[in-house]
């Protein structure tokens, strides 16, 4: 027999989603099993797989040492990783890092030790604010994510609430992201709010802009605002009022008003020579909770930049 003790970041979840993160090794079926055949109690009773954990649950466990063995290797992946990111905001509960382009915010299936996710554990890990050992189930996190080639905002929390009311509100869209681009051309108007549908070819990674709704395709709109222009291109603000994948890209691309250096959705298989990555960059977020935010209250109405002299295209507005 052996017991944990439910901490607070390890609270306010399912019995079965802790158990997954915690046993990894566990096999779903077998621990079905155990929970049905009472090898697995909370503060000494029956359980379900739905029960909602609370700080201080006692779980007791009637289930074979090779589950906790393997639960407690201290082979961590993510000392392999850098440490290093450019810091936009930090405080107890989370962080605001600015994202180089070219960094992947999680493992891909080309993984092999560096990611943004890992920067960040190792980060804290040093800072003495992450213990993997003191952690049953929770590791920080990120709260959303940009491609690989786009720079900008990413936000990490350090612990289980911040992410739970993070996640939350990207869901709700009480945080507003706003991005810089470089364009082609100048867009026909000034400012426009653009609608349309998205669909996406899986296969080939690539999404589709249609004027009419399709099986499959979801309505999308992106509002953006000319900056400044010269003969040749255009800084253009984005305000994403729909967070699809790749749809800035394809909407100003839609337009006739490409992304410089997009080779997927721009004017050229190839981009110029000094743009490595596609024009993009997520440069402004704010904090607009229109509900409760928990412990992050003290955030809203608070607005955060990167600063633009930062922003790896700027400066070509200037020298083109």
């Not at 936009?88 to 999680?106: A, Q």
């Not at 709260?143 to 739970?164: P, S, W, Y």
């Not at 250096?261 to 024009?279: C, H, I, L, M, R």
Request: glycine share 4%.
């Amino acid at each position: 027999m052996r017991t944990l003790t439910i901490n607070k970041n390890d609270a306010n979840q399912r019995l079965d989603k802790f158990l997954q993160k915690h046993f990894r090794t566990l096999p779903k079926t077998l621990m079905y099993k155990y929970i049905r055949k009472k090898c697995i109690k909370i503060n000494g009773k029956k359980c379900d797989i739905q029960t909602m954990l609370s700080e201080g649950d006692v779980l007791t466990f009637y289930i074979k040492d090779e589950f906790f063995e393997a639960a407690e290797q201290k082979n961590y992946e993510f000392m392999k990783a850098p440490k290093s990111f450019d810091i936009v905001y930090e405080d107890e509960n989370l962080i605001l890092i600015d994202k180089r382009p070219g960094i992947i915010v999680h493992p891909d299936k080309n993984y092999h030790f560096d990611s943004l996710v890992a920067r960040v554990q190792h980060y804290l890990y040093d800072k003495g604010e992450y213990d993997p050992e003191s952690e049953q189930a929770f590791a920080p996190a990120l709260a959303n994510r940009i491609d690989r080639n786009t720079g900008g905002i990413v936000i990490a929390a350090k612990n289980a609430e911040a992410l739970r009311v993070l996640n939350q509100k990207m869901k709700t869209r009480e945080l507003e992201k706003y991005y810089l681009c470089l364009v082609y051309g100048r867009p026909a108007k000034a400012t426009d709010i653009l609608s349309g549908y998205i669909v996406k070819n899986e296969s080939k990674n690539k999404v589709q802009i249609l004027n009419k709704k399709i099986d499959g395709a979801k309505e999308i709109r992106t509002k953006y605002k000319v900056l400044e222009s010269n003969e040749k291109y255009s800084l253009v603000e984005i305000d994403l009022l729909t967070g699809r994948t790749h749809q800035i890209r394809a909407h100003m691309a839609s337009i006739g008003n490409p992304l410089v250096g997009d080779t997927k959705y721009g004017k050229n298989k190839k981009a110029p020579e000094e743009f490595k990555y596609q024009a993009l960059y997520s440069y402004k977020i704010k904090f607009n909770f229109s509900s409760p935010a928990s412990s992050l209250e003290y955030l809203n109405g608070k607005e955060f930049c990167v600063d633009k002299n930062k922003i790896w295209f700027i400066d070509k507005l200037n020298t083109n």
